[in-house]
């Protein structure tokens, strides 16, 4: 697995702060050896020696001085080139109307995309090479979204909206997570960034754009009525099926995505019904409750859910 | 300013048969300083007790050792007591011990205040305790960001407990403000004179006005929680009808932030006291350290949004923020450079004291740079609210503020005492302190890169996240035993150490004129102050500092 961390920048806007960090750590380098160099020197030259005190001296103003202007002018340095960063790695986005939509839940993440109503959740893919605008909100408590390589980390606050510019420019999954504390689960709100080739992006939101045929006859079909008969429907929305509710994440092609649970398990079908039948054991605390499902049951949904692609 | 009319003052000590009562009844500003310090060396041990759980949950990727709701109240008293619990009330112990010693005084301005101070502390830090059994304790971080505080989201009445118990807390801290500033201003013996304060009374003096004006803010803050989940208010809670989770934070943090130096003014305070006794030489640029601080003290108001620059408050806030927070290490540096040039040319002595000042030089001035990246907001972008900000803040507290703490005590130890700690075992705990320290918070700095948030109760097996974090974790049991080394110091001393002299190292300032421990009215005869340095004048006649034009 790839390491993730800012310094592999896969945006510009990422490439402009992880250069500024470097150039950073570097002067901060230079300063730590200068400090941790001078006490070194006096505690081995002026250890002590005989009895008798020392000369006594009380100061110096011209030392006072070099040390006071010398670091006003790396600071002054530091404060330029952070507006310059700035200006790459957060571009305005006042009149521009955002390309997608990401909520915020307690604990994953719903994710629309804005021009062709496509709603899906924890997977988000983006298109490379595309500038694209994300606004993000909040439905319950303050999240903070954070992709290392793909740019700066972004609050989502209820009533307060914010909007950033994210513009991968090499295709490939990049994990991110929830950063500001949300209450139980602020550890399994993981992100996973999808970056496409347009013609894959393209070819994918088709894919979401188009509702799966429902099953008619099997297992597959049980699932289905399972499905609208236990409380399921009333949390997750499956387009076709009638009510959209969002307290839960959009299921329309849960069999696509790579991930369950923001990122707790890899969706397999053995881990689908392990979840379904305990996801408390899984994310202690999360919103979805164990539902006391039989075997039998979870196997239908399992085979329902399964075709949902 | 004049002698203290001693006869004005209110009689302290009972018949010394009478041991309890003689502490729980005091007024005297070293019985209430003792208890403020053990009272911060006890929630301490809470607080290091809690940091292991953690470290043991975190030691090993996808762990069961704790449930969710466990760590997040674990995490969450950690923080609340090592802030509110030992920082402060450790330095306003030391302060309350120390400073009408230092500037030859008989006690505080107001010792029944002084009283109160204390007993709202510890009742405090009972109240806050007491939310373990009485539904759990609070669970939402020591900061308690709004909503996730609020009634809809938290029901647990631990949060009641921490906004009344830091409410509590917040009163007695403003209280031990006002009296050291009142203390500072007023009670000076003849020819103390401000320009000669010790430097500790200088930082405590600067500290006192942050707590007075910063703590406040921190108060009105928890009112209005308490009138949210109470009372039904919404000052924060829902958006949708006008609460806004924002203004929390800037209340939050306009006391936050100023905190930070309320815990670090009075460690550079003990820093500018141990390092010239130890170098044999007066402190390098006096009036300089003195000034920067009131230039942190200033600064330090005007640089709370850079904790909320993910916020997104909009681009001349965070230009403003990132302002104020670059240039406040400046003055931080000026310090660092002033303590430097005072062992240059010095006769060091590596006592335990002197090597923890040592240990706090660097390993502060690590914290202070990672600072000054945080401060480029930029970079803050990327990792704000990760495990680099879990080190930036240990390096500060721990390595700054702690670190301090120990120089202080094991230096001020006999004064307080009437016996020295051992040395040997001092060297052990100071070793044991800095291995285990950097053990501990080096690696994180990494794990923060690598993309590992904080406050997560747990974390998934990505790459080097497992390995790093059992490193930080093996860090945390060394340093668990380094404090064992010092409580074991402590108490052998206690009943063995070496019998100290009135002034075992060879000091110059007030608080080693007198007896070791001073009997209950400090001082016979204070020795007259004609310099910074009293007893360096009496010591050395031919060679007195005022002759050097520091009257
Ligand atoms: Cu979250
Ligand atoms: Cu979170």
Known sequence: MPINTPFIAASPQEQAISHLFIVVLC?????????????????????????????????????????????????CYFFVATLHTMAVSDPPTRGHSPDMLIIGHQWWWEVHYLKSGVVTANDVHF?????????????????????????????????????????????GTYLGTCAQFCGAEHAWMRIRAIAQEPAQFDAWLKEQETIPPQPTSGPALAGLKLFKSLPCISCHTIEGLGPTPDAGPNLTHIATRETLGAGRLMNTPKN?????????????????????????????????LETLR | MSDIPVTSLPHAIPHPRERMMSWVASVDHKQIGILYMTTAFFFFLCGGVEALLMRAQLAFPEEHFLSPGAYDQIFTMHGTTMVFLFGMPVLIGLANYLVPLMIGARDVAF???NAFSYWLLFFGGLMLYFSFF???????GWFSYAPLSEKPFSTSPGIDYWALSLLVLG??????????????????????????????????????????MALPALNVDLVMLLIDRKLGGNFFAMAA????????????????HPEVYILALPAFGIISEVIPVFSRKAIFGYGYIAASTVAIGILSFAVWAHHMFAVGLGRPWDVAFAAGSMLIAIPTGVKIFNWIATMWGGSIRFTTSMLYAIGFLIFFTIGGLSGVTLAVFPIDWQVHDTYYIVAHLHYVLFGGTAFAVFAGLYYWFPKFTGRMLSERL??????????????????????????????????????????????????????????LVLIVNIWVSLKHGERASDNPWGAWSLEWATSSPPPPENFEKVPPVRSRRPLWDLVHPDDPDWLHGNA
């Not at chain 1, 020392?54 to 010398?70: A, D, H, S, V, Y």
């Not at chain 2, 948030?453 to 035993?481: E, K, Q, V």
């Open chain 1, 27 to 75: 002067w901060m380098g230079v300063i730590l050896l200068t400090v941790t160099g001078l006490v070194t020197y006096a505690i081995i030259r002026y250890r002590k020696k005989g009895e008798g005190e020392p000369r006594q001296i009380f100061g110096n103003t011209r030392l006072e001085w070099i040390w006071t202007l010398l670091p006003l002018a790396l600071v």
């Open chain 1, 127 to 171: 298109p490379v090479g595309v500038p694209t605008l994300v606004e993000f909100k909040s439905a319950d408590v303050i999240h903070d979204w954070w992709v290392p390589e793909l740019g700066p980390k972004i609050d989502l606050i209820p009533g307060h909206p914010n909007k950033l510019w994210i513009d991968v420019d090499k295709p």
């Open chain 1, 272 to 304: 689908l019904a392990a979840w379904l039948k305990d996801p408390q054991k899984f994310k202690p605390g999360t919103q979805m409750p164990n539902l006391r499902l039989t075997n039998q049951q979870v196997n239908d949904l399992v085979a329902y």
């Open chain 2, 111 to 113: 010792p029944r205040l």
């Open chain 2, 134 to 140: 009485a539904g759990g304790a609070p669970n939402v």
């Open chain 2, 171 to 212: 009163i007695g801290s403003v209280a031990a403000g006002i009296n050291l500033i009142v203390t500072i201003l007023t009670l000076r013996v003849k020819g103390m004179t401000i320009r000669r304060l010790p430097l500790f009374v200088w930082m405590t003096l600067v500290t006192s006005i942050l707590i007075v």
């Open chain 2, 241 to 256: 009808t006008g609460g806004s989770a924002i203004l929390w934070q800037h209340f939050f943090w306009a006391f936050g």
């Open chain 2, 426 to 483: 001092g060297k052990w705990n100071f070793w044991l302190t800095v291995i285990g320290f950097n053990t501990t918070f080096m690696v994180q700095h990494a794990l923060g890169i690598l993309g590992m948030p904080r406050r997560a109760w747990t974390y998934p097996n990505l790459p080097y996240w497992g390995i790093l974090n059992l490193i930080s974790s093996i860090g945390a049991f060394i340093l668990g035993i380094a404090i």
